[in-house]
């Protein structure tokens, strides 16, 4: 009884991860795949398939335009192929392009102009920060925010902000000249900026101060034990009812915050990279699917509106990762055609060729590298 009852604890907790994983991952990529398909459409692009996932299908159907509809076995992705694509990565196929008649080129993706190419496959990126603005817009709207006053309630003995000055009962209203509305804010501000100098303007009894600290870069354990690194003051927030409070948002304001927040994940994520390459950063801190899989689950013990902002938040880095120009992502296919813009025509076959095999390597050694930091993080918890 004893073995039968872990394996139904091991599996309860297996699903309590795969479907809040598979929720928010088949949204994000069903609507970067659907920004593709729907430009493509309005070039007259013939689409082929339109496939959440890879492998063997699942299930599919057919519409009326002959594009093959399918969910496949392997839930980490999708694609849209077109008319005369070798591949899912829009690889040309030079030996069906060699025979196609004169309407047949009109309906494949290769004889496209240039400007309506570069559209079709900008379109899947834009698509996922649309998305993330709209998914953070509704969840403004429906489920609203907790908003803390950034009001400091305690002060750690020889913190960053015990030496800058800081006092309980200071409430921050400026950071570097930029008005903070909450304590969330602040953090984030903070968060980001460890070892940098900031400057605070508190409201200390009604008298405006003017203090500077640096956030010391630290260690911090959520509730779940995952470990991120992030600046830290050494201050706590206030607990007061007064200090908290719930606030929904109209549509116009919320579309607004939606912007801003899609707009903080695409800075803080260059901040992070900027960081990894002056090394104030670690590599440590990039997780793949499995990790991403452990987030979701432990996101969704929070509610719906907290993995609708996972999503919203997972769309934006994908719309990101997939702008990188290295070829066999979106982002490499728009490098060839800046080259093919300048030069008046398209590198060489084999010239992209290369460019492929080399993309797809990198993309291999990322997959492979963020999967071992996942196996690592999972391991030491």
Do not use: C
């Not at 870069?217 to 409070?245: C, P, Q, T, W, Y």
């Not at 996972?310 to 728009?334: E, K, T």
């Amino acid at each position: 009884m004893d073995v039968l009852s872990g394996l139904g604890s091991w599996g309860h907790s297996l699903l309590s991860y795969v479907i809040p994983f598979l929720f928010v991952l088949t949204i994000v990529v069903f609507f970067h795949e659907l920004g593709h398909f729907w430009v493509a459409r309005r070039a007259g692009v013939r689409v082929l398939t339109f496939s959440l996932g890879f492998g063997p299908e699942l299930f599919g159907f057919n519409d009326k335009h002959g594009t093959r509809w399918r969910l496949a076995a392997v839930p980490l992705g999708g694609y849209v192929k077109f008319f005369g694509d070798e591949d899912a990565a829009s690889t040309p196929d030079p030996a069906k392009l060699a025979h196609m008649t004169e309407a047949e080129r009109r309906q494949s993706f290769f004889y496209q102009p240039l400007r309506w190419r570069a559209a079709i496959v900008a379109a899947g990126p834009i698509a996922n920060f649309i998305l993330a603005i709209v998914i953070f817009s509704l969840v403004f709207m429906v489920f609203g925010r907790q908003v803390s006053t950034p009001r400091v309630d305690q002060v750690a003995a020889g913190s960053a902000a015990e030496q800058g000055g800081f006092k309980p009962g200071d409430l921050v209203t400026q950071i570097n000249g930029a008005a903070v509305e909450s304590f969330a804010d602040m953090q984030r501000i903070v968060g980001a900026h460890a070892g940098s100098k900031l400057t605070f303007t508190v409201d200390r009894g009604g008298v405006p101060v003017d203090l500077s600290a640096t956030p010391e870069l630290r260690e911090v354990k959520d509730a779940f034990g995952n470990v991120h690194k992030m600046g830290m003051l050494g201050i706590s927030r206030s607990l007061a009812a007064a200090d908290v409070v719930t606030r929904r948002y109209g549509p116009v304001e919320a579309v607004t915050m939606g912007a801003q927040e899609t707009w903080f994940v695409v800075a803080r994520t260059f901040d992070y990279l900027g960081g990894l390459i002056a090394g104030r950063e670690s590599a440590d801190q990039l997780g793949g699917p499995i990790r991403i899989a452990q987030v979701s689950g432990q996101v969704a013990t929070f509610g719906f509106g907290a993995l609708l902002s996972l999503a919203a938040v997972l769309s934006v880095s994908i719309g990101l990762l997939n702008l990188f120009p290295i070829p066999l992502l979106d982002g490499g296919h728009l490098l060839f055609y800046a080259v093919e813009a300048v030069r008046g025509h398209p590198l060489s076959a084999r010239t992209q060729d290369i460019g492929f095999r080399i993309g797809l390597a990198i993309v291999l050694m990322l997959m492979v590298f963020a999967t071992w930091n996942d196996v690592v993080h999972i391991a030491t918890m």
